[in-house]
């Protein structure tokens, strides 16, 4: 009698599925390095040799060929007869150029600044304060502001994750009633530019500090919004710009801790009129066991950030309410993120 062989379209082990989690720096790390190289941008326009491919990168044939078919493995590229690659479906987001782009966001997560801290997340954990400033002796924020060429890579990746973040919060909230939005910390434009190409009669205001905000000039314009959106710079620990209705800030309050974030929201409450709004675009983490983007980004904030954190909804109420807001309201969007209105209490 023939052994009995097992389906190999049955759901996978615990050990098969376990043992894919704890591999998976090696596939973050070589899409990282793949997208360093530039393969998906000279994949732009079909297949090509990996020899060509190794020449125009100048890297080694043998070394390129090994991490494509490792990425093919999984999905990202597709291998043909003599050593051919071509960008799949999924791979072509990987492109620089493609409008939903994860390119910048792989090349952050597996760069230096960020996986060396990564590496001393048991620091973290133990310490509970931010491994990035024991590896680099330098709060991540400070840091950046130092080091040009690190802040360009963080910039490029907050930018590369924001088009689809920005497009499901314009969606997602009601903005009517608002004639002028301030973006607090809205690094190059691209949410404000996004909310005001939608709606034509509002104003906006981007506000962020000097060396950041210097790439908003070149957003507005391709949104043609010119007119209607300037930029402020300054730090908002301090004093934020009066005459807006509404400030929003995406991926901000999640980098400070409690008592650093309730200093920018009582900047913003002094900076808003009696019947102004404040909107958080963040993660907002579901009780239990529910699985949920914001649970893994807290460890993100937790070795990286100034002992930031993802917070939930009785969190950011607890928040809001210690400065001076009333949280009325958590809006859902199409991405992992949610809006946290709150008004004036």
């Not at 675009?281 to 950030?305: I, Q, R, S």
Request: net charge positive.
């Amino acid at each position: 009698m023939a052994k009995h062989r097992p389906n190999r379209t049955s759901r996978p082990r615990p050990y098969e599925v376990l043992f894919q989690m704890v591999i998976g720096k090696w596939i973050s790390q070589a899409i990282g390095t793949v997208v360093e190289i530039g393969v998906p941008d000279h994949l732009a326009k079909g297949t090509r040799r990996c020899s060509d491919l190794a020449r125009e990168a100048g890297v080694s044939e043998d070394g390129l060929y090994r991490l494509l078919r490792a990425l093919a493995s999984v999905g990202l590229f597709a291998e043909s007869a003599d050593c051919r690659f071509k960008l799949t479906p999924l791979g072509q987001l990987l492109r620089r150029d493609h409008p939903q782009s994860l390119a910048g966001y792989a090349y952050f997560t597996a760069h230096d600044s960020t996986w060396r801290p990564w590496g001393r997340l048991g620091y973290s954990v133990k310490t509970a304060m931010p491994a990035f400033d024991q590896v680099f002796g330098a709060p991540i924020f400070e840091y950046l502001s130092r080091n040009p060429e690190v802040a360009a890579v963080f910039d490029n990746a907050m930018t590369s994750i924001s088009a689809a973040e920005a497009q499901a919060t314009s969606d997602a909230y009601d903005f009517k009633g608002i004639k002028t939005l301030m973006d607090v910390a809205g690094g190059h434009g691209l949410l404000l530019a996004t909310i005001l190409r939608r709606h034509k009669t509002m104003r906006g205001v981007l506000f962020d500090l000097p060396h950041v905000a210097a790439g908003a000039a070149a957003t507005f314009t391709r949104a043609g919004i010119t007119g209607r959106a300037r930029i402020e710079t300054g730090d908002f620990f301090k004093e934020l710009p009066s005459g807006a209705d509404a400030i929003i800030m995406k991926h901000i309050v999640h980098d400070w801790d409690d008592d650093s974030a309730t200093r920018i929201l009582q900047t913003c409450h002094r900076a808003l009129g009696p019947r102004g709004k404040v909107l958080i675009v963040d993660p907002v983490v579901p009780p239990g066991n529910v699985p949920h983007y914001g649970k893994l980004l807290d460890l993100e904030m937790l070795v990286l950030t100034p002992r930031g954190r993802e917070r939930t909804k009785t969190e950011f109420a607890t928040l809001l309410r210690s400065a001076g807001f009333r949280l009325s309201r958590v809006i859902a969007t199409e991405s992992p993120l949610s809006i946290v209105e709150a008004v004036k209490a």
